[in-house]
């Protein structure tokens, strides 16, 4: 069964601080991730998508990729009220193209 | 760019009735459009995957014959919720995918969703 794990949260942080999200994934082969916002009531959005090891930083975001250890994250620096959402680490199911998603983590940034 | 639009964004139905939800790739072809059901505080749940000009593959569990889906061109995909019942009420999500098979044309790109309510 492959799998992509996540905590589910709820993640407090205080605004301004930075927020850190984790993803692992199970099926060494996978070779596409990404991360979308959700939240709530709303359609998952697109935030970033990663491919190679290492950072990639996009904005306030970065997500980082460590495929030897299995696992993807998401960094939100300077975090905002407005960046309390629902966050989901996707990945492609090698061979079909379809995500499989992580439970999603709930971010709340306090004021 | 990467714009996927749907509709309509929500509908009231009575039991019985068929419904219909139509996903738009607006800027992009889409060779793989997917469909997914969401229920309140639960993750998405992936119902089928239709490529443009073939039948839909559908998940385990997927009345095939109660969710119909049609792909038929690379910029619309349609979900037909036939004989429904108060159980389907969920909120419907679609993506599209352009999926050439080269990185970063495998990325999804979501619909605002259709918040389907079934009396």
């Known amino acids: 069964q492959k799998e992509v794990e996540q905590n589910s949260g709820p993640l407090s942080v205080p605004e301004g601080a930075i927020a850190s999200l984790n993803c692992t994934y199970s099926d060494r082969g996978s070779q596409s991730f990404f991360w979308y916002r959700q939240y709530s009531g709303k359609s998952p959005e697109l935030i970033m998508s990663i491919y190679s090891n290492g950072d990639k930083e996009d904005g306030r975001f970065t997500a980082q990729l460590n495929k030897a250890s299995q696992y993807v994250s998401l960094l939100i620096r300077d975090s905002q009220p407005s960046d309390s959402a629902t966050y989901l680490c996707?990945?492609?199911?090698?061979?079909?193209?379809?995500?499989?998603f992580g439970t999603g983590t709930r971010l709340k940034v306090l004021a | 760019g990467a714009v996927v639009s749907q509709h309509p964004s929500w509908v009231i139905c009575k039991s019985g009735t068929s419904v219909k939800i139509e996903c738009r790739s607006l800027d992009f072809q889409a060779t793989t459009m997917f469909w997914y059901r969401q229920f309140p505080k639960q993750s998405l749940m992936l119902m089928a995957t239709?490529?443009?000009?073939?039948?839909?593959?559908?998940e385990q569990g997927v009345e095939k014959d109660k969710f119909l889906i049609n792909h038929a061109s690379l910029t619309l995909s349609t979900l037909t919720v036939t004989s429904a019942h108060p159980e389907d009420s969920s909120f419907y999500i679609c993506?599209?995918?352009?999926?050439?098979?080269?990185?970063?044309?495998?990325?999804?790109?979501f619909g605002p969703g259709t918040r389907l309510t079934v009396l």
């Open positions: 996707a990945v492609i199911e090698v061979g079909t193209y379809k995500y499989i």
């Open positions: 239709s490529n443009e000009g073939s039948k839909a593959t559908y």
């Open positions: 993506s599209a995918s352009p999926r050439q098979g080269a990185r970063g044309t495998d990325t999804q790109y």
